[in-house]
């Protein structure tokens, strides 16, 4: 149905012009005083030595893929979960072999240590 | 279906949704305050207006009078987005939450939600609660600061590693279900032993609520003495204040979700005969949650980070999965 979702669009465009105004009226109505310090990153008052466009610990990056993985592992959940009563015993041992073989993955990056914060 | 189904009503109904929103949030956060200050034996809030009632109004217009500071290092256009990022989202939640039984106005039959019969609410839930991340990821990149680059990782890699678990504790629920609707969630009869199994696991949903929405003990956006206030760092003004709403209304509309689809929604005694009430209970049962939510921020201190990751990962994450296995087991076993 293309009208199906037509109070989504009508929502967003709502919320998205509350958060403009609010962000914009400010701007009218707030006092102006440029002072080059304002203008400075904050860092507890020292000059920043270091910029943060730099190279960063590989933990994110794991992760992120780590997540990637069990994220598509429960999309596949979703549909499986609506219409397991009418699959019954069929559909819970098909998943529960799926699952094993995420939970196989999961163990093995478990037991590499991607999973410890601190090394 | 004319276009006044289509367009009129929907505009009516989300700014109508908007202003209960922004209302309920300015008091939310009274009522986070005044609680807190109960919690450690103070009074809170009391100066404006009786039992400082007036307090979010005057909150709201100091803010909105304060020089608006970009400052000059940090990527502009995005450093603009990313508070909206943050906001619209929260807000666009909550279209799908059903507040009440359908109504009968003018002749025509209106419900109460705005979307919440479509047939993949449950998707759309978890789908737009996810782009909040954005938010949080823009801003500390564009701030160009260490504090705001190292709060946003820090509560971006959070926030995906919670969503892992909240997700499977929803596919359980919908295990039990049988269906994405949301409005069929709340009104379909649930057997008891349905309705007790759905609360066993609530505890699990409401810690990945906290993390979600960033609140304490997972309120590492704003670890105060290590990152200064994270990825909000290089924000001032109202900027500052969009992110701070955000969240609060992150934690009401995950309440009012939390409260549909574990807590029966608007349901309550006496629904059928006033329909009027429906709201009036979906408002009671949120407010419970927030009391919780206040409640583990006055009681319970902030974890370590690697303490969460490893929270997150080697025990949330595994017992979620344990509990969907058991409900699919009783799933099929009992229907």
């Known amino acids: 149905m293309p009208y199906g979702y037509v109070w989504l669009l009508i929502m967003l465009g709502l919320a998205a012009g509350v958060a403009m105004m609010m962000m914009f009226l400010p701007l009218l109505l707030g006092p102006r005083n440029p002072v080059p310090t304002k203008y400075e990153p904050y860092e507890s008052g020292m000059k920043p030595f270091m910029l943060p466009r730099r190279r960063f610990p590989v933990h994110y990056y794991l992760v992120a893929i780590l997540f990637v993985v069990f994220d598509i592992e429960i999309l596949f959940l979703y549909p499986w979960a609506v219409i397991l009563r009418d699959l019954r015993w069929f559909g819970l041992v098909e998943m529960g072999v799926f699952l094993g073989i995420v939970l196989v993955g999961f163990v093995y990056a478990w037991r590499k240590g991607a999973l410890e914060w601190i090394r | ?335």
């Open chain 2, 1 to 335: 279906m004319d276009w006044v189904d289509l367009v009129v009503i929907p505009i009516i109904k989300g700014a109508l949704i908007l202003f209960i929103l922004l209302t309920a949030t300015a008091y939310l956060t009274l009522f986070e305050r005044k609680l807190i200050a109960r919690f450690q034996v103070r009074l809170g809030p009391n100066r404006a207006g009786p039992f400082g009632l007036l307090q979010p109004l005057a909150d709201a217009v100091k803010l909105f009078f304060k020089e608006e500071v970009v400052p000059g290092h940090v990527n502009k256009p995005v450093y603009l987005l990313a508070p909206m990022m943050a906001m619209v989202p929260a807000i666009a939640l909550f279209a799908v939450v059903p507040l009440g039984p359908d109504l009968s106005l003018f002749g025509r039959r209106i419900p109460l939600h705005m979307g919440g019969d479509v047939n993949v609410a449950l998707l759309y839930v978890l789908a737009i609660a996810s782009v909040g991340t954005y938010g949080v990821m823009l801003a500390g990149w564009a701030s160009n600061n260490n504090y705001s680059l190292l709060g946003a990782m820090r509560t971006s890699a959070q926030m995906i590693s919670y969503e892992l678990p909240m997700a499977i504790i929803v596919a359980s629920l919908l295990l039990v279900t049988g269906t994405m609707s949301v409005v069929e969630i709340v009104e379909q009869p649930r057997p008891l032993w349905a309705w007790l199994w759905l609360w066993l696991g609530f505890p699990l949903y409401f810690i990945t609520m906290l993390a979600e929405s960033n609140r304490a003990p997972f309120d590492f956006p704003e670890t105060e003495n290590e990152l200064i206030a994270g990825y909000q760092t290089e924000y001032g003004g109202f900027k500052f204040a969009v992110f701070y709403i955000s969240e609060y209304l992150h934690m009401l509309t995950s309440s009012a979700v939390a409260v549909t689809l574990f807590f029966g929604g608007w349901r309550g005694p006496f629904v059928d005969q006033f329909p009027l009430l429906g709201p009036v209970y979906l408002a009671l049962k949120t407010v419970a949650i927030l009391f919780l939510y206040v409640w583990v921020r006055a009681s319970i201190p902030r974890l370590r980070y690697d303490q969460l990751m490893s929270f997150g990962w080697k025990y949330l994450l595994p017992w979620s999965l344990l509990y969907l296995a058991v409900t699919a087991v009783l799933v099929v076993a009992l229907s």
